[in-house]
């Protein structure tokens, strides 16, 4: 077990490495610089040591929010923002009541439409 978690481990230090300073010596290629907080060690209980396994990239362990969800994507699109898509709450003491279905669908376009604003 030593050799295949020194082996992950040196993989994983090799990945990470990031051009520094150009070397002292005469041969003019950048220093790389290995930065051991850019490595990190997901446990997952209940798997075997052997199953253990270095992921290029970035690794989340999430659960599922419903069973209908998939548990695993092929060639996924992630986006990374800094702020909050959750629709945005009215303040104190404001209500909307919607009358008519057809409304409401109108509200949630607008909605939608804000949102994508925002991503944008």
Do not use: C, W
């Not at 290995?34 to 060690?41: D, G, R």
Request: no cysteine.
């Amino acid at each position: 077990d030593a050799d295949f978690f020194a082996d992950m481990a040196v993989a994983a230090i090799q990945r990470v490495g990031v051009a520094g300073e150009e070397a002292k010596t005469d041969s003019k290629e950048p220093k790389l610089k290995y930065s051991v907080k850019n490595v990190s060690i997901l446990k997952i209980h209940g798997k075997r040591q052997k199953e253990s396994q270095l992921v290029d990239g970035l690794a989340l362990y999430q659960t599922r929010a419903a069973q209908g969800m998939p548990r695993s994507l092929k060639d996924a699109r992630i986006a990374i923002v800094d702020f909050d898509l959750r629709k945005a709450k009215l303040q104190f003491g404001i209500t909307v009541s919607v009358e008519d279905p057809e409304n409401l669908e109108g509200i949630r376009d607008k909605e939608t439409e804000i949102t994508k604003r925002t991503i944008d």
